[in-house]
Structures are given as structure tokens and as C-alpha cells.
Nanobody, 117 residues
Framework: QVQLVESGGGLVQAGGSLKLSCAAS????????MGWFRQAPGKEREFVAA?????GVKGRFTISRDNAKNTVYLQMNSLKPEDTAVYYC?????????????????WGQGTQVTVSS
């Protein structure tokens, strides 16, 4: 069982930056590929970025992880109003940076990101 807790969301002006964090519980953090997804009101959840245990990445923005701290990060720069959404952290057993939400078995509660124009 893995518990994920996101933080770092908030309100930012267009063109600004935010760095999201996701802290994971458990001793097997390095065995998971970690991903970020987002969901805007009235839209389906969409893939943002993913990173494998050894740093293989895919997606937009900059994803990174600190295995010693059981934490994954999402650095978002040049934000646009269309980036407004709830951002979710998730963990997958896949060994590749999968973009498929059904590959992720653990999910956080999400953190709201609002980008004003």
C-alpha cells in the first residue's frame, strides 16, 4: 500500500511557475514509476508527465524525483490559463513512463492549480 500526498498547488498568473510535490509513504518508493495527471472541470483526466525509478521521463513540464525523500516533483513554467486543473500524483508498477491512467494503482487526492489571465 502506498499513500500519496500532493502539495504546492495554488493561484498563479499566466506566465508564472509552480512546483508541485508528491510525498509517498512506504519503503518501496523506488519500485514505482510515478506520474502526474490533471483534470479540468468538465474534462477527462489527462496525462502530464511520468518518471521511472531510474529517471526515465515522458511528458510536458519537468518531472523529477528524490528517492531518498520518497518524493516526486513537477516543475511547471510558463503556465497558461488552460493549465488550470486539479493535479494528481499516481504510482504505477510499470517499468516504463506510462501515459495510461489505468496503469497507475495508487492515487493522491489532488492539488488545485489555478492560472489567471
Amino acid at each position: 500500500q502506498v499513500q500519496l500526498v500532493e502539495s504546492g498547488g495554488g493561484l498563479v498568473q499566466a506566465g508564472g511557475s509552480l512546483k508541485l510535490s508528491c510525498a509517498a509513504s512506504g519503503r518501496t518508493f523506488t519500485s514505482y514509476t510515478m506520474g502526474w495527471f490533471r483534470q479540468a472541470p468538465g474534462k477527462e483526466r489527462e496525462f502530464v508527465a511520468a518518471i521511472t525509478w531510474n529517471g526515465g521521463v515522458k511528458g510536458r513540464f519537468t518531472i523529477s524525483r528524490d528517492n531518498a525523500k520518497n518524493t516526486v516533483y513537477l516543475q511547471m513554467n510558463s503556465l497558461k490559463p488552460e493549465d488550470t486543473a486539479v493535479y494528481y500524483c499516481a504510482a504505477s508498477h510499470r517499468v516504463v513512463p506510462t501515459t495510461t491512467s489505468s496503469d497507475y494503482v495508487y492515487w493522491g487526492q489532488g492539488t488545485q492549480v489555478t492560472v489567471s489571465s
